[in-house]
């Protein structure tokens, strides 16, 4: 089968090929994972932690900027966390970088204007307590580059020392974010601020 071919009746069964962006802002373990899983068709809006995960709900919305501050739209924002325990509960694929990120993962597309939003749960501390609790970010530039960002934090939480807070690289913009509790709900947001510090980063 010619490629012609291959790409004719991949379209007629409305799967989408996904390239795989080459990774930049190295060192980083598991950044393939990005692409593990990767649904065909993404939305501004979705799910990372099921609504029947157990959990404080939570809010993580923002918007994607380009190098000159204005919004972007298309651009692939993928996170995973832990549980309410502080642990990454086993997910459906078995090997891979993405069986190290858990059940607790999901895509968003940015939209015009330039949002993306993932309904979640606060995720807990890890059970030895040795970092505060975070979510892992990541975002693809299609058609140019993936990367890793800096987690998400929240400014309340006792483990965000100021010595750990000395240790952020800044990675896409700032990811110590106010987590504030409205009608039983936490809502964060953290803007993403494309290649900002990023190692490698040549502009897309």
């Known amino acids: 089968m010619t490629t012609a071919q291959l790409l004719v009746l991949t379209v007629g069964l409305g799967v989408c090929l996904h390239a795989q962006e080459p990774i930049v802002g190295r060192p980083c373990e598991g950044c393939e994972a990005v692409f593990e899983g990767l649904p065909s ?29 204005r919004p972007r739209a298309g651009v692939v924002v ?34 015009s204007d330039g949002r993306y939003t993932f309904e979640t749960i606060r995720p807990g501390t890890y059970p030895a307590r040795d970092a505060p609790a975070h979510i892992h970010m990541h975002v693809i530039e299609r058609g140019c580059a993936t990367y890793y960002i800096d987690d998400v934090m929240f400014d309340d939480d006792p483990l965000l020392t100021p010595a750990v807070r000395r240790t952020q690289a800044m990675r896409g913009g700032p990811g110590i974010v106010a987590a504030t509790r409205a009608s039983g709900r936490w809502m964060a947001t953290r803007d993403i601020h494309l290649g900002r510090n990023i190692p490698g980063h040549g502009g897309c």
């Open 78 to 111: 993928y996170a995973y966390q832990t549980n309410t325990a502080g642990v990454y509960p086993p997910s459906s694929l078995r090997t891979g970088a993405a069986a190290r990120h858990g059940a607790l993962r999901g895509w968003a597309l940015s939209g």
């Open 41 to 69: 068709s993404l939305t501004a809006t979705t799910r990372l932690a099921p609504a029947s995960e157990r959990g404080d709900a939570m809010t993580l919305t923002g918007r994607v900027l380009g190098a000159d501050g």
